[in-house]
C-alpha cells in the first residue's frame, strides 16, 4: 500500500538523475527550514540532503568523530559522489555543524550554486522585517541564476502546492487517531520521508491516491506510542519498536508533525506569510527556540490528542542540541504521567540488539 513511497526514497538519486537528464535544476537543502517555496516558484526541484546507513569513512577526512554522526553520514554520500546532481546547496545556520559545514561542501562538490541564508531565532515583527529582507536578496539571487522572475503569482503558486502538501501529510497523521490505525508508524516514516526527495506536487499526487484507498482501520492492539527526537535514517528501529509490541501512532520528527502541522497563512504579500510561518508557525526545533514556549507543548498536546503510552525519545550520536533538552522534556512528561526512554542512535554503526534490549522492557512495562 505505502511501497511505492518507500521505493521513491531509496531510488532519490536514480530519480534526481533522471529530473536532472530531463533538463531540470535540482537544489539541495540542509535543513526543513529552508524556504523551498522559492526554490519551487523558481522552477527548482528542492531535495533534502539525507545519509545513509552506510560506514561514513569518507567524511572523517574532514569532520572529526564527535561531530553529529547524520552530518558525517550526508557528507560521506556526497564524497562518494551520490550528489554529483547538484546545481544548488543551500546552508543555514539552525545548528552550529551547519553554520561551517557549507565550505566543505561547495569546495569539495564544486557546485555551481551556493547560498547560505541567514534567519532570525526569534519570531517578532522586527525579525519577520529583517528575515523578508534575506529573502528579497535571495530571490533576487535566484532569479539571476535561473534566468527567471520569482512574481508573487508564481509565489503563491507555490505556496498553495506546500501547504496542500502539508494539509495531505497531517490527513495521514490523523489516521492514527483510530483505536485500529490503518498504517503503521514504519509506513507513515517512509511517506514523510518521500516528500523529502521529489517535486511536492507529485508527493501529492501519490499521498491523494493513498487515502482515497486506505481502509478506515487496521487491526493492530499495540502499545500507542510517540517517538521524537532529531532525524533518523534506520527505519529498521522503527519496525523494531513494532516487533516489540509497539504502535508509533504519531511523531515529533522535524521531517514529520513539526513540518506539516501548520500551514503558511493567506496574506496578501507572499513573502511576508512565508517569513510568518518559517519564524513563527512551524514547530521549532530545540537549536532554535526554548523548547518549552513551542516544542515540549507541542509534544504535550500530540501525547494526549493521540492517546499514547509512552514516549521514545531518539536522539543522533554528538548532537547536544537534543541531548541537552531531553531532561526537560521527560520531566515535564512525567509530570503528565508518561514514561519516556532515550536511545542513542548512529544510522550506520546501531547496534540493533541493543536497540531491543531497551525496547522491549520498556514496552512490556507499558502494558
Not at 544548488?88 to 555543524?97: A, E, V
Not at 513539526?258 to 511576508?272: A, E, M, S
Not at 506569510?273 to 498536546?301: F, M
Not at 531518539?314 to 508518561?338: F, V
Amino acid at each position: 500500500m505505502t511501497n511505492n513511497f518507500y521505493q521513491a526514497y531509496r531510488n532519490r538519486h536514480q530519480l534526481a538523475g533522471q529530473w536532472k537528464e530531463s533538463g531540470r535544476k535540482i537544489f539541495g537543502y540542509f535543513c526543513l527550514y529552508a524556504p523551498q517555496e522559492l526554490l519551487y516558484a523558481a522552477g527548482v526541484i528542492p531535495v533534502c540532503i539525507r545519509g545513509s546507513r552506510k560506514n561514513p569513512s569518507l567524511a572523517y577526512a574532514f569532520l572529526p568523530e564527535f561531530v553529529c554522526s547524520y552530518q558525517r553520514s550526508r557528507l560521506n554520500e556526497a564524497m562518494a559522489g551520490r550528489y554529483r546532481y547538484l546545481d544548488g546547496l543551500i546552508f543555514n545556520q539552525r545548528c552550529d555543524i551547519n553554520r561551517v559545514i557549507g565550505r566543505i561542501w561547495t569546495e569539495q562538490l564544486r557546485i555551481p550554486y551556493s547560498w547560505h541564508l541567514a534567519i532570525p531565532r526569534k519570531g517578532s515583527e522586527s525579525a519577520i522585517k529583517v528575515y523578508i529582507e534575506e529573502l528579497n536578496i535571495f530571490k533576487q539571487s535566484l532569479e539571476e541564476y535561473m534566468a527567471c522572475k520569482i512574481d508573487t503569482q508564481s509565489l503563491n503558486n507555490a505556496i498553495k502546492v506546500y501547504n496542500e502538501n502539508r494539509s495531505l501529510r497531517r490527513r495521514i497523521y490523523e489516521l492514527s487517531l483510530s483505536d485500529n490505525p490503518p498504517l503503521s508508524g514504519s509506513q507513515i516514516i517512509e511517506i514523510m520521508l518521500s516528500g523529502l526527495v521529489m517535486p511536492k506536487d507529485e508527493h501529492n499526487k501519490m499521498l491523494r491516491e493513498l487515502l482515497r484507498n486506505i481502509p478506515d482501520e487496521g487491526s493492530s492492539n499495540k502499545v500507542r506510542l510517540l517517538i521524537t527526537g532529531n532525524t533518523l535514517e534506520n527505519i529498521d528501529i522503527i519496525r523494531a519498536i513494532e516487533d516489540n509490541g509497539g504502535q508509533i501512532v504519531i511523531d515529533d520528527y522535524c521531517f514529520g508533525t513539526r513540518d506539516c502541522w501548520h500551514k503558511i497563512g493567506n496574506v496578501d504579500d507572499p513573502l511576508y506569510g512565508i517569513a510568518d510561518y518559517y519564524l513563527n508557525r512551524r514547530i521549532p526545533s530545540p537549536c532554535t527556540d526554548s523548547p518549552e514556549r513551542h516544542r515540549i507543548r507541542h509534544i504535550l498536546q500530540l501525547a494526549s490528542q493521540y492517546r499514547v503510552h509512552g514516549v521514545i525519545h531518539t536522539s543522533q550520536n554528538y548532537c547536544d542540541n537534543y541531548l541537552l533538552e531531553m531532561p526537560q522534556l521527560k520531566e515535564r512528561l512525567r509530570d503528565y504521567g508518561i514514561p519516556m526512554i532515550n536511545i542513542e542512535i548512529d544510522d550506520a554503526e546501531t547496534d540493533m540488539t541493543r536497540v531491543d534490549n531497551l525496547i522491549q522492557p520498556f514496552i512490556e512495562m507499558l502494558y
